[in-house]
């Protein structure tokens, strides 16, 4: 089974609509990433948690909320979607030890806004 | 913010050939890793490099961050078309607590022709 996991992993919505990406990992890391990726601008942070009452805007966080329910869930929500959000999106856990800081990341949500 | 500039951003190399890819920084890496990502999936963990002139091999994959660390070199030897795919460096931008976040390059796409 797959430490970290991402629900959808395909979404196609319309422009205003609502939506919510989940992430939910087994690994029992304490912080938590939500990042983009799109063509030729690599991957990109929107929010990081450090636990579950420490959230953090990233470099793009304008027009995304996040949740972190619980040490293994970590939701993104899109308040109402545009399509220049149309991306793909990766949720990332991590324990960091010492200065080593490996991320795990999960298969991915593609997004397409129309 | 710490830059990451890859080279090249794309590559097609004949099976067997050795290639490399270059990540580049202007400021000092204090924790290089590298990420291998199939087109639509995550990023699969690879290496990482934290000491100047250090240098990681794993199966037919070579990585190497130079004495300045600030410049990451990935090698392979006799490619394979299981090598295909994006690869992705990123770097803290710190040490210690400042290790949370990762900046990463655009990637190198990888194409291995059989």
């Known amino acids: 089974d797959a430490d970290v996991t991402q629900t959808p992993r395909n979404r196609i919505t319309k422009t205003g609509k609502r939506i919510m990406l989940e992430c939910s990992q087994t690994?029992?890391?304490?912080?938590m990433y939500w990042y983009r990726q799109d063509p030729g601008l690599g991957l990109r942070l929107i929010y990081y948690?450090?636990?579950?009452?420490?959230?953090n805007k990233g470099e793009i966080s304008d027009g995304y909320s996040v949740s972190r329910q619980a040490q293994a869930k970590f939701s993104l929500s899109l308040e109402s979607a545009i399509p220049n959000q149309t991306a793909l999106y990766f949720c990332?856990?991590?324990?960091?030890?010492?200065?080593?800081?490996?991320?795990?990341f999960g298969p991915g949500t593609r997004l397409t806004v129309l | 913010s710490q830059e990451l500039e890859q080279s090249p951003q794309s590559l097609i190399v004949q099976e067997g050939k050795n290639l490399t890819i270059n990540c580049t920084s202007s400021k000092t890496l204090y924790g290089l890793y590298w990420y291998k990502q199939k087109y639509g999936e995550g990023l699969i963990f690879l290496m990482m490099l934290q000491k100047g002139g250090e240098e990681k091999s794993h199966e037919k994959i070579t990585a190497k961050l130079d004495e300045k660390k600030q410049q990451s070199s990935l090698h392979i030897t006799a490619s394979q078309p299981s090598h295909a795919g994006i690869y992705l460096c990123g770097a803290h931008r710190g040490s210690g607590g400042s290790n949370y976040k990762l900046t990463f390059g655009k990637g190198t796409l990888l194409t291995v022709n059989p």
């Open positions: 690994k029992g890391h304490d912080r």
């Open positions: 948690s450090f636990d579950v009452k420490d959230i």
């Open positions: 990332a856990t991590s324990r960091p030890i010492g200065s080593y800081n490996e991320q795990f």
